[in-house]
C-alpha cells in the first residue's frame, strides 16, 4: 500500500479511519502510494486554492500528485471540514460521510482519476468509482 501520513484534526473521522479508507482505495485500485492527508482550516484552504487552482475561496478537497519515476507515487490530499460539514447539511448526511467521501475522492486524483466541472460531475467515471468505494468502506 504505501504510507499514509494523516495531519490536522477532523471530529468524527479518526486516523485510523482515514487509513482504513486510503488502504481500501489502494488495494481496489491494485495501487501504491505514499499519501499525506491533512485537515486544514478555511484560511488555509483558500490560500492554497488561490494559489494552485487561482480560485479565491475555500474548497472541499484538493489533491495534489507527484509521480515519482520508478517509485509509485507519493501525493498530498488537503481536506477542509468546514466546508464538508456545510455540504453535509446540504445533503442531508451526517459530516463524518462527507468526510469520508473527501478522502476518496482526494486519493482517487492522486491516482490520475479525474471528473468534469458541473452537473455531469456525478455521472462521471470516477464519481461512480468514488461511490462505490465508500459503501465498500465508510
Not at 485510523?16 to 481500501?24: D, T
Not at 485500485?29 to 490560500?47: I, K, N, P, Q, Y
Not at 478522502?103 to 492522486?110: E, K, M, R
Request: net charge neutral; aromatic share 4%; charged share 30%.
Amino acid at each position: 500500500m504505501g504510507e499514509v501520513v494523516v495531519g490536522g484534526r477532523a471530529r468524527g473521522l479518526t486516523a485510523a479511519r482515514v487509513e482504513r479508507l486510503v488502504a481500501g482505495v489502494l488495494r481496489a485500485e491494485d495501487r501504491e502510494a505514499e499519501l499525506s492527508v491533512s485537515f486544514v482550516g478555511l484560511a488555509t484552504m483558500r490560500a492554497l486554492n488561490r494559489e494552485h487552482k487561482g480560485k479565491d475561496r475555500a474548497t472541499d478537497v484538493l489533491a495534489f500528485s507527484l509521480p515519482q519515476p520508478g517509485q509509485g507515487i507519493v501525493g498530498d490530499i488537503y481536506v477542509c471540514p468546514a466546508v464538508a460539514r456545510e455540504q453535509a447539511r446540504e445533503l442531508g448526511i451526517s459530516p463524518q460521510l462527507e468526510l469520508a467521501r473527501l478522502v476518496v475522492h482526494g486519493v482517487l486524483h492522486v491516482l490520475g482519476h479525474d471528473h468534469p466541472d458541473g452537473p455531469e460531475r456525478e455521472r462521471s467515471p470516477m464519481w461512480r468509482r468514488q461511490e462505490e468505494y465508500l459503501r465498500q468502506l465508510a
